[in-house]
């Protein structure tokens, strides 16, 4: 039986990294899957005045399986009728983790040691300051005020809450197995979570997200074995660029799991390798974590790894593991050998090479 799988390429490099990671689908499982390509993005609001048409989500809740991202270009002053349709998408369809693994079997730390990095940060997906509630008033001097609204929920948090525990205890165990088969592992240590938050300012808000994550603890036996400790987001992005070893599952509101996300890519090595699923009850999401690089789109340069992880991250939650583990093998090999990189990691090879160079390790 074939399943259905969404993909939504949308705008500048989504629309050359996302038929790469859709042919590599197609390579590990052949004829599984049957693609079909929906419209969103800027382009098409610009086309069309819809940046995500309901046609879009309705295909997506009711017959697809599975759905592939690529990115959009949203601008950075405000469009009239434009929001970004990743966001929405996100909301609508109740998306409400975003799954960031980063990895890196060496990376230089602050003592100019060789360590891995085997961070997966869970950033919370549906509310924090994206929930847009954005105002602008008028002083009495006759100048702009703005506000943002900022929503953290216990619901959401606790929730968020328990996708880093359980994360973090079959990481654990998939660790143990490891160890048992003679893998070496990145990290040896009892399975932990990092609280990212920063409720010595925002005590109401992100007091809530720390207490809430913290609260999720007591609640299976399972996870008393996890260790948690708390970092406030300022000194977690000093401290992830000093020591990117001492760090297992990373759980952040939305807005810090963005910024510290797109941190972490620099640390490995390019935004141009750090795959994400945005997971829910409804449908899974594979999303490269980068935007749609408007400075190198369109030249063929675009480095689809993070795409293609993506989708090995997409099988991996649709149950086919040995053959999302084939994708990593290879893409791993691909890189340890660095014969076949893209510009963004220093190579001269195309985005098409870097396919094939996969596809034929496949
Ligand atoms: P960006 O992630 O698009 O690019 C940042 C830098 O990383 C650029 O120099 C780019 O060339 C490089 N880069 C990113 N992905 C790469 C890849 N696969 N291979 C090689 N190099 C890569 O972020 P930027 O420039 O801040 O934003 C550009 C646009 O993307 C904006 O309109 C922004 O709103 C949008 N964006 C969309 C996201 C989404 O759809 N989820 C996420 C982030 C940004
Ligand atoms: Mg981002």
């Given at each position: 039986e074939k399943l259905t799988i969404g993909l939504i390429p949308a705008d500048g490099i989504g629309k050359e990294v996302i038929p790469p990671a859709a042919e590599v689908m197609d390579a590990v499982l052949p004829g599984k899957f049957e693609f079909i390509t929906l419209p969103a993005g800027f382009e098409l609001f610009q086309q069309t005045?819809?940046?995500?048409?309901d046609e879009t989500v309705e295909t997506l809740r009711t017959k697809c399986q599975g759905a592939l991202f690529g990115a959009v270009s949203s601008p950075s002053h405000k469009v009239a009728g434009y929001s970004s349709p990743i966001v929405a998408l996100r909301k609508k369809l109740q998306t409400y983790a975003n799954i960031r693994p980063v990895s890196s079997p060496a990376v230089r730390n602050a003592k100019n040691q060789t360590v891995p990095v085997d961070m997966l940060i869970i950033r919370e997906n549906?509310?924090?300051?994206?929930?847009?509630k954005e105002r602008s008033e008028t002083d009495e001097n006759g100048q702009k005020v703005c506000y943002a609204e900022r929503k953290i929920s216990e619901f959401a948090s606790k929730r968020i809450g328990r996708v880093a525990f359980d994360m973090a205890v079959a990481r654990g165990k998939l660790r143990e197995q490891q160890k048992q088969q003679g893998i070496n592992v990145a990290w040896t240590g009892k399975p932990k979570v990092t609280i990212v938050h920063k409720s010595n300012v925002l005590s109401v808000t992100d007091g809530l997200f720390r207490e809430s994550v913290l609260a999720v603890?007591?609640?299976?036996?399972?996870?008393?074995?996890v260790d948690v400790e708390e970092q406030l987001v300022d000194s977690m992005v000093y401290r992830m660029f000093r020591?990117?070893?001492?760090?297992?599952v990373v759980v952040a509101p939305n807005m810090y799991g963005d910024i510290i996300s797109d941190g972490a890519a620099a640390l490995v090595g390019?935004?141009?390798l750090v795959p994400s699923t945005n997971f829910g009850d409804v449908v899974v999401i594979g999303e490269p974590v980068?935007?749609?690089a408007p400075d190198i789109?369109?030249?063929?340069?675009?480095?689809?790894i993070a795409s293609i992880r993506s989708a090995a991250m997409l099988l991996e939650n649709l149950g086919f593991t040995a053959e999302a583990a084939k994708i990593y093998n290879a893409v791993d090999k691909l890189l340890s050998e660095?014969?076949?990189?893209t510009p963004d990691l220093g190579g001269n090879a195309t985005t098409k090479d870097v396919t094939a160079a996969i596809i034929s390790q496949l």
């Amino acid at each position: 039986e074939k399943l259905t799988i969404g993909l939504i390429p949308a705008d500048g490099i989504g629309k050359e990294v996302i038929p790469p990671a859709a042919e590599v689908m197609d390579a590990v499982l052949p004829g599984k899957f049957e693609f079909i390509t929906l419209p969103a993005g800027f382009e098409l609001f610009q086309q069309t005045g819809v940046a995500l048409p309901d046609e879009t989500v309705e295909t997506l809740r009711t017959k697809c399986q599975g759905a592939l991202f690529g990115a959009v270009s949203s601008p950075s002053h405000k469009v009239a009728g434009y929001s970004s349709p990743i966001v929405a998408l996100r909301k609508k369809l109740q998306t409400y983790a975003n799954i960031r693994p980063v990895s890196s079997p060496a990376v230089r730390n602050a003592k100019n040691q060789t360590v891995p990095v085997d961070m997966l940060i869970i950033r919370e997906n549906t509310e924090c300051l994206y929930i847009k509630k954005e105002r602008s008033e008028t002083d009495e001097n006759g100048q702009k005020v703005c506000y943002a609204e900022r929503k953290i929920s216990e619901f959401a948090s606790k929730r968020i809450g328990r996708v880093a525990f359980d994360m973090a205890v079959a990481r654990g165990k998939l660790r143990e197995q490891q160890k048992q088969q003679g893998i070496n592992v990145a990290w040896t240590g009892k399975p932990k979570v990092t609280i990212v938050h920063k409720s010595n300012v925002l005590s109401v808000t992100d007091g809530l997200f720390r207490e809430s994550v913290l609260a999720v603890k007591n609640e299976k036996p399972e996870y008393a074995d996890v260790d948690v400790e708390e970092q406030l987001v300022d000194s977690m992005v000093y401290r992830m660029f000093r020591e990117p070893e001492k760090f297992d599952v990373v759980v952040a509101p939305n807005m810090y799991g963005d910024i510290i996300s797109d941190g972490a890519a620099a640390l490995v090595g390019s935004l141009g390798l750090v795959p994400s699923t945005n997971f829910g009850d409804v449908v899974v999401i594979g999303e490269p974590v980068h935007g749609s690089a408007p400075d190198i789109a369109g030249k063929g340069i675009a480095n689809p790894i993070a795409s293609i992880r993506s989708a090995a991250m997409l099988l991996e939650n649709l149950g086919f593991t040995a053959e999302a583990a084939k994708i990593y093998n290879a893409v791993d090999k691909l890189l340890s050998e660095g014969k076949t990189l893209t510009p963004d990691l220093g190579g001269n090879a195309t985005t098409k090479d870097v396919t094939a160079a996969i596809i034929s390790q496949l």
